[in-house]
């Protein structure tokens, strides 16, 4: 079925530092991807999204695009803040498309 | 705009007590509902959905279970709670159509004692 692995964490960096979280996906056909945070004690908020190949998602000053080629949506920020510092979860839709799959998380620390 | 409300926010149980969660969605009909457990330095597990009143999916055997009375209710219980049962319970609802991009609530964090 449908997968997806994200880099394992924590990731630290200071404040204004470049951000990426790998993510890679297997799937049958070409399924939504999307980016997904999770502030500490609150439910997950959607964060990106893309519904196909050559997509690309953004919102908040993160980005992320859909490669086939290398079957991947890795996240990226520019200029990361201390507000940034979350856990931020890869997911796809599963083979059925009845439900999402989400990876393990990547918990991002930011300090000033 | 849509809403979705979970409680209670945290929850204290004995082994062996029964449970209910309850999840609630305004501003939308008709949407498929989900129940995710999150367990401490874990990713989410797809515990039920349910595409409409009465349709549940289980996707884990468990000692849970999940109702879904109404069009925007959806209720996980258990007869009798295990240690392995705490964690961080997440209701979520997606439209019925679409590219099933998920919305989540606040989450209930559960502590079996």
């Known amino acids: 079925g449908n997968s997806v692995t994200q880099m394992e964490g924590p990731v630290t960096l200071s404040e204004e530092a470049f951000l990426t979280i790998n993510c890679t996906y297997t799937a049958t056909g070409y399924p939504s991807l999307f980016w997904y945070v999770q502030y500490p004690g609150e439910g997950l908020q959607l964060l990106l999204k893309?519904?196909?190949?050559?997509d690309k998602g953004s919102n908040k000053g993160f980005e992320a695009t859909y490669r086939k080629e290398t079957t991947s949506f890795h996240l990226e920020k520019g200029s990361v803040q201390v507000s940034d510092s979350a856990v931020y979860f890869c997911?796809?839709?599963?083979?059925?498309?009845?439900?999402?799959?989400f990876g393990k998380g990547t918990t991002l620390s930011v300090s000033s | 705009s849509q809403t979705i409300h979970q409680w209670p926010a945290t929850l204290v149980q004995p082994v062996g007590s029964p449970l209910s969660l309850e999840c609630t969605v305004e501003g939308t009909s008709n949407p498929n509902l989900y129940w995710y457990r999150q367990a401490a330095g874990r990713g989410l597990q797809l515990l039920f959905y349910?595409?409409?009143?009465?349709?549940i999916s289980s996707e884990v055997p468990q000692n849970l279970s999940a109702s879904r009375p109404q069009d925007r209710q959806f209720i996980l219980s258990s007869k009798k709670l295990l240690l392995s049962d705490s964690g961080f319970y997440l209701c979520?609802?997606?439209?019925?159509?679409?590219?099933?991009?998920?919305?989540f609530g606040p989450g209930t964090r559960l502590t079996v004692t």
């Open positions: 979520a609802w997606s439209v019925m159509v679409g590219p099933y991009e998920q919305y």
């Open positions: 349910s595409v409409g009143i009465g349709q």
């Open positions: 997911a796809t839709v599963n083979q059925a498309g009845t439900a999402l799959i």
């Open positions: 893309a519904t196909k190949a050559d």
